[in-house]
């Protein structure tokens, strides 16, 4: 918005009339440039956004006119064990599928960072995940996972088949289970944040710090860790985003079940709202989704942008 | 200079009142209202088909062939749609200013439901005096005694097995539920996994078996008024109907709950399952070679008091009151209810479904079929399927509640109360 009144300055006090018609036409062009864009996204993102705060509010089948009930979709919400039990999915998502993709990408990063004969068939294995559409790694990883699959024949081979289970099937697995494949994926993308991130850092800073003495977990403490912090703020971003709206995996593997065990609140949003007849509720539960995701990416970004500034 | 900053604003203006205009059509919950007649008699028609299997296609296609023939002066199109997505868009389809005018649709609560919404056009012209039996007639009339709904063909559900498996362990049919427990026995001792029931993706074979027993231990009347939310899932009359499924948990194939329907079918037909509890449909697919060896029995009986009903999911067409031609959609319904069409689809579609109308007669008969089709003729009762009785939010209750009784069937009293509120829950959306 501050672009505006620094262009229709431009013209400058000299040339009056010719700068005062340029000008006014520069300022047309620019309010175009601003409020079309502007007025497109509130048509596309913000006002389908609050159509679904509003149909929250309501009890509406998608045919019938919907009926205002207030709050009633969120206090549903508290007596509603499916929703505790994805609100709780999504936690442990957020904790192991965000915290191991982040140190695991991270780990690689610093394994493969060094150039070295063939380093980058090696990088290239960790990427490939990343290529595959996620519907296709799932069909991969149902196979890995089927009773007579690779992981129970592995588990036999070793002697522990009183440890087969039906990994995907039971509900004290089935979550842990899909975290597998996510993760798979995720940790070759954020590998290659960090190996861009590893470019940056400066060997001189690190010959200099051999000099005086420092270990290697010193260095990566004091010299590595530090100047990575503008990429780390971007993976971690990418890491809660993603991870919030983690969906295809699970709907492909297990749709939530078995009995809601696997449920996330994506997986539940869009079988209560989508495939069944409950907008109202689908959408309250959309909305506490998007909270969640802006309230964690805010107070995130704001802490972040906050250290920057004080340092 | 000026030329291109002009013609750019023009787009962006353009641009922008674009946006305007769609903004002031768009408001989500609005339900646009009928289409007003336009002027010109309007002689498309579009079918939309959820029908996407080769032989489907085609025989929704030779369909409309053959209704042009007889009416020239429509214009008919096909838009087939896979089935989930064309499930999900009904909603919006039928509430469309300008909607498909005739679709593929099936008997049961979701079109008794549309009719309520005066989604449906009234089909009452186009149902003919005679061939339907009373069950299919009133299948298709809506509460306010108007015909919204023309079956064309159903299928039935029974315990499928394949006969040279049966003969190769030397085991017959059961008629009883005890039979059918001591068949499982000894099928278990020979080493054979007695039932398949795949959960991976498809939970939703849990509700034939839940209808089924309803139906045998507590009758169709009980049955309709549960899943119409009277009666409730705590009644000790459904706990009966798990604690006698318990029965059979222990001759579940275990591997099932990791299977998805395929492998478990595969499973099924290369014998290591014994029995499935399935539609034609598990028939239909299978290899050329296979299917003279299907068979299958009627679910066992459990109280011979209870009168028997069984599931014969009726499929046809309906047609949307929004049509911008409903002389053309009505005729069109009026020819899929005549015997020739149902044969032809029939014959054309390779499927096994028995045609709806009772004076059409299966093009491609199989003794497989003439079972069936015996079957639900002698039956004193007939039910579509739990979610067609009820909708997929009612579904969903019920696999949550069921693959759940299968894996801890000691917390069935718990499961049920749970049952009950999510039913409840999603009755009042």
């Known amino acids: 918005m501050a672009a505006v009144p620094k262009a229709v300055s431009r013209g400058g006090p000299g040339a009056l009339s010719v700068g005062v018609r340029r000008g006014s036409r520069e300022t047309l062009v620019l309010l175009a440039f601003v409020l079309i864009p502007f007025g497109l996204e509130m048509f596309w993102t913000f ?90 790694t799932a069909l991969v990883w149902r196979m890995i996972f089927q009773p007579d699959g690779v992981v129970n ?49 400066d060997p001189l800073l690190h010959e200099a710090a051999k000099v005086d003495g420092a270990t290697a977990f010193e260095r990566f403490r004091h010299v590595t860790l530090p100047q990575l912090r503008p990429i780390t703020t971007v993976v971690l971003a990418v890491t809660v985003i993603d991870a919030l709206r983690s969906f295809d995996i699970v709907w492909a593997l297990t749709k939530g079940g078995p009995y ?33 995701t802006v309230g964690t990416i805010v107070v995130y970004l704001v802490r972040s942008l906050r250290d920057e500034e004080s340092a | 200079m000026s030329h291109p900053i002009v013609s750019r604003r023009g787009f962006l203006a353009g641009v922008g009142a674009l946006g305007v205009a769609s903004a002031l059509s768009a408001c989500a919950t609005s339900t646009p209202s009928p289409a007003a007649g336009s002027g010109a008699k309007s002689t498309a028609l579009q079918l939309k088909s959820r029908e996407t299997s080769d032989g489907g296609r085609k025989a929704m296609q030779a369909l409309l062939d053959e209704f042009v023939k007889a009416n020239p002066q429509y214009k008919p199109t096909l838009n087939t749609m896979e089935p989930a997505a064309f499930q999900q868009q009904i909603r919006a389809d039928l509430t469309l200013a300008t909607p498909p ?15 309520k919404q005066g ?84 939970a939703w074979l849990t509700a034939s078996w839940f209808d089924y027993l309803n139906l045998r231990i507590n009758g169709a009347t009980f049955h309709r ?133 009772s004076n059409a007669k299966s093009p491609v008969s199989t003794p497989l079929l003439e079972k069936g ?9 007939v039910t579509q399927f739990f979610n067609r009785d009820s909708n997929d939010d009612q579904l969903n209750a019920l696999t949550t509640a069921l693959v759940r009784f299968i894996d801890k069937p000691d917390e069935a009293g718990d499961i049920l109360k749970q049952w009950q509120s999510d039913s409840a829950k999603a009755r009042g959306n």
């Open chain 1, 260 to 292: 809601h065990s696997s449920e996330l609140l994506s997986t539940y949003q869009f079988s209560t709202g989508l495939l069944g007849s409950q907008l109202g509720y689908g959408s309250a539960l959309a909305v506490v989704i998007f909270l969640l």
């Open chain 2, 101 to 115: 005018d005739m679709l593929t649709w099936f008997a049961g609560e979701i079109a008794s439901n549309f009719a």
């Open chain 2, 373 to 381: 089709r015996a079957m639900v003729a002698s039956a004193a009762d």
């Open chain 1, 47 to 136: 006002w389908p956004a609050l159509n679904s705060v509003y149909i929250s509010l309501t009890q509406w089948d998608g045919i019938a006119p919907p009926v205002f009930v207030g709050l009633d979709n969120y206090a549903r919400m508290w007596s509603d064990e499916t929703f505790r039990t994805a609100l709780r999915n999504t936690v442990i998502w957020l904790v192991l599928f965000g915290g191991l993709s982040v140190l695991g990408g991270l780990g690689l990063a610093l394994l493969l960072d060094k150039p070295r004969k063939g380093i980058g068939v090696y990088r290239a294995i960790f990427f490939l995940p990343v290529v595959f559409s996620m519907v296709v």
């Open chain 2, 119 to 202: 989604l449906l056009l009234d089909a009452t012209s186009a149902f003919p005096a005679d061939g339907y039996s009373k069950q299919f007639a009133d299948l298709s009339t809506d509460a306010s005694g108007k015909k919204i709904f023309v079956p064309t063909n159903y299928y039935w559900w029974g315990m499928f097995y394949r006969t040279s498996n049966f003969e190769k362990w030397d085991v017959s049919e059961p008629k009883t539920w005890d039979e059918f427990i001591a068949l499982c026995k000894t099928l278990k001792g020979k080493g054979v996994s007695p039932i398949a029931l795949p959960l991976a993706d498809s």
């Open chain 1, 153 to 201: 024949g592995l588990l036999a081979a070793v002697g522990l088949e009183d440890q087969a289970r039906i990994w995907l099937g039971e509900p004290e697995t089935a979550l842990y289970a899909l975290i597998v494949p996510a993760l798979w994926r995720q940790v070759g993308y954020i590998m290659v944040l960090f190996l861009a991130g590893l470019k940056t850092v």
């Open chain 2, 225 to 357: 008024a549960l899943l119409a939310g009277q009666e409730a899932y705590t009644d000790p009359r459904v706990a009966k109907v798990l604690d006698t499924w318990r029965e059979v948990l222990p001759y579940l194939d275990p591997d099932g709950k990791g299977l998805a329907f395929q492998e478990g079918s595969a499973k099924w037909q290369q014998g290591k399952d014994a029995m499935f509890l399935a539609g034609t449909f598990l028939g239909d697919a299978t290899p050329a070679d296979v299917k003279a060896d299907v068979n299958f029995f009627q679910f066992p009986i459990i109280d011979a008091n209870v009168p028997v009903a069984e599931e014969a999911p009726l499929d046809g067409f309906i047609a949307s009151a929004r049509t911008a031609n409903p002389e053309g959609a009505t005729a069109f319904l009026k020819y899929v209810a005549t015997p020739q069409a149902q044969e032809l689809y029939l014959k054309t579609s390779g499927s096994t479904l028995i045609p709806a109308n």
